[in-house]
């Protein structure tokens, strides 16, 4: 590793063991012994906000760890000083002790997160590592180092959302996705959820792409505004004029004869057809609570546009009244999860909501947002569901995202390929970039995870990987 001249260094004032991540400040552990690049580290860290303990090898590493972890994060050196603790497999070519420590701190905490420097490499997928390893992040550039921070705070603040927290988030976005009708395309709460953290973490690479998280606000409340804005994305997108599909709306006669709605309505009047679906989705709504005045009387006055105040005080409707009655329509047009652990019931897949319907559910969206914990958590249960189990569900559902541009990133890295973190662009198919060095073109999906693209076929033909396996495959 090239070293530089070192810094003179003062002295480290001691620090209070943290009993955990939030009993103070954001902690980290720099495991470094070059003094030049742990001045650099450090410093970088602090302006961070990072509360920092270093060590010089790995054994000091592990004691440190084992004596105050968990950390917000820490940073390993590739190279650092071999340590008797730590035992080294010497005939693993992948390992060495910064590797070794790596792993045995995941061995004791696999949610830690963790960057492993190894700046005397070009890009991560050149750096040897274990398997086990290959999820986490490797730094080449000093530069990378903030954006790193940002992934994992965004990574940390999702593992720490409450179950109420998750509740809320995902209802919401359920709603949401609900009030696109035909424009949500089938897509559900949990892909608009995903879509949220995704941009987020594209936003942690770089403030021009993506969403950035401000830490002044918090990440539920961040979430709920990506969300709101994603879906009205989606709603601009659709186009209005397409023609809708005739199969949507069949029905059937006595005599089993198909015939649509459309028929009686004169043609040339597309306004007036699209009104007439609309309509029929207003009623079909509405006629749930057929046996439920109170609750039929704050939709109608919702459909209308009227504010709660109006519609207590239109319908005589007391505080309480109001709220039980909102919660019945929640309960009622969201429901329980098919099967317990699948997706949200998608009334949407074929309906074609107008702006009252939509208004509606973007305002259920955000009446789900006030609840308090225990009213969230007792709401879920009235609908049938767990809510321990639905948090956690929810939980994995955003783990999905993170790990979904993790294996792209990591897959191309181990290409050769380059993708600077302001290169991805969202499409209608997905996210797409191009490797900065060879020009390839690569996409995934946010729903599946699906990768696509000739930047997959092979390694990057401007990289050192290529040049190296070309000339070894040439004496053979």
Known sequence: M??????????????????????????????????????IFRRSLKDEGYTVRTAANSKEGLRLYRDFAPFNLVLIDYFVPQS??????????????????????????????????????????????????????????????????????????????????????????????????????????????????????????????????????????????????ISNCWKRQFKEMEAYLMSDFLIHDAEEQEHSPLDNVASGHKAADQRLIEKDEEERVLSKFKDDPEATQVLHGLLDGLKKNEIMSKYGLGEKQYAAAVKRIRVTLLGPRNGGGGKTKNMTDKRNYGDPLEKLMNQLAESVLGLSDAAILAETSEAGADPEQEAERTRSVLRRASEVLENVNGRLSNLGHTINSNGWYRGRSGYHSTCVACGSFVSFTTATGEMRGEALDGLCPESDQYTIRRLEASRE
């Open 84 to 229: 008797k603790e730590v035992e080294i497999d010497l005939l693993a070519e992948l390992q060495t002790n910064g590797t070794a420590l790596a792993t045995a701190i995941r061995e004791t905490n696999p949610s830690q997160g963790m960057v492993i420097a190894a700046l005397d490499y070009r890009n991560a997928g050149e750096v040897p590592r274990p398997r086990e390893l290959m999820h986490i992040p490797v730094l080449v550039a000093i530069r990378q180092l903030r954006s790193l921070l940002e992934k994992i705070e965004v990574d940390r603040a999702i593992e720490a959302l409450t179950p109420s927290e998750l509740l809320r988030l995902q209802r919401s976005a359920d709603f949401r996705v609900q009030g696109l009708g035909r424009a949500a395309r089938g897509r559900t709460g949990e892909d608009l959820l995903q879509e949220a953290e995704l941009r987020t973490l594209i936003g942690a690479e770089d403030t021009q792409k993506g969403r950035h998280w401000n830490k002044d606000v918090d990440i539920e409340r961040h979430l709920t505004e990506a969300m709101r804005s």
């Open 2 to 39: 090239a070293h530089f001249l070192p810094y003179p260094e003062p002295p480290e004032p001691p620090l209070p063991p943290p009993r955990s991540i939030n009993a103070s400040r954001k902690s980290a552990l720099l495991v470094e012994n070059d003094s030049s690049l742990l001045h």
